[in-house]
């Protein structure tokens, strides 16, 4: 695969907004792979036979309303997944964060979270409230040695709830936030204060399957709303860290075994 070179100019849009999209950065072909085992686990739950788009948004819908355990089996499924690690080496934009993170040996170059999400219309549990990426994952102490590779697998727009970005905001460094516990099927969060957005002119990152928006850790962002009828928006994301660094503290999983109240085929 050619070397795609970012330019002076947008390393100065990172490094002036907190993020970065690139167009055209993941090829189709890892994307259709990936979105066609996102199906095979849906009907592996639901049981259904109807074609993709109808299991992928319909069928996704109406089993997270009525069976909301079932929508986290197929999440954690999805999550543990050969195929989510193997869409993230086939989309290969680790050079691109190397990039970004001023990094020329791509033996500093860290991982964590690999994730998978999807968004169904009207669920406000899972939103993202306005926060910070180094709220949650403190590799790194810097927000400028680590970053988020936002990658959208179906069309991300405005009405169906697209990442919401607070430019420049980065710039003050990782804040104190508020933490809210995960209850539920609630997510867990860590809110920053509503001073960090006085001022701040937001931008609804409108991106097609393929887009990349590259986003500098402590960067205030957040997700909007899913209005659409049966429209379920899609994303995946992996967050690149910098080894290196004297203070980085690769983190520890502990893994958990909840029961699932799985659907009655």
């Known amino acids: 695969m050619t070397r795609r070179i970012l330019t002076d100019e947008d390393l100065r849009t990172y490094a002036e907004d ?53 929508s ?8 543990g ?4 690690k193997r869409f993230f080496i086939d989309a ?43 709220a949650y994952f403190r590799e790194n102490e810097a927000g400028t040695d680590a970053l988020v590779a936002w990658i959208p697998t179906t069309p991300s727009r405005q009405e169906n709830g697209s990442v919401v970005m607070a430019p420049g905001t980065h710039q003050v460094g990782r804040v104190g936030s508020v933490h809210e516990e995960a209850s539920g099927y ?12 006085d001022g701040a002119k937001l931008v609804h990152v409108e991106a097609d399957p393929g887009d990349v928006a590259f986003i500098n ?20 994301q992996i967050r690149f860290n910098t080894i290196d660094r004297t203070e980085y503290r690769p983190v520890q ?8 109240e799985r659907r009655e085929g």
């Open 18 to 70: 907190g993020y970065l999209v690139v167009r055209d950065a993941v090829s189709q072909d890892a994307i259709d792979a990936l979105m066609g085992f996102v199906a095979h686990v849906i009907r592996l739950e639901s049981g259904s036979t109807e074609e993709d788009d109808a299991v992928l948004n319909r069928v996704l819908v109406d089993l997270k309303r009525s069976h909301p355990s079932s």
């Open 186 to 197: 609630k997510s867990e969060q860590y809110v920053v204060p509503d001073s960090m957005l």
């Open 72 to 79: 986290s089996w197929i999440y954690q499924t999805i999550l």
């Open 217 to 236: 850790m402590d960067l205030v962002h957040g997700s909007g709303v899913n209005s659409t009828s049966d429209n379920v928006r899609y994303t995946a």
């Open 81 to 84: 997944s050969w195929a989510l």
């Open 253 to 260: 999983l502990r893994p958990l075994y909840p029961t699932y």
């Open 92 to 134: 290969a934009i680790e050079d691109l964060a190397m990039q970004l993170l001023g990094m020329t040996d791509p033996n500093n170059l860290g991982i964590v979270s690999p994730a998978f999400r999807f968004d169904i219309p009207g669920d406000t549990r899972n939103v993202r409230a306005w926060h910070q990426d180094s």
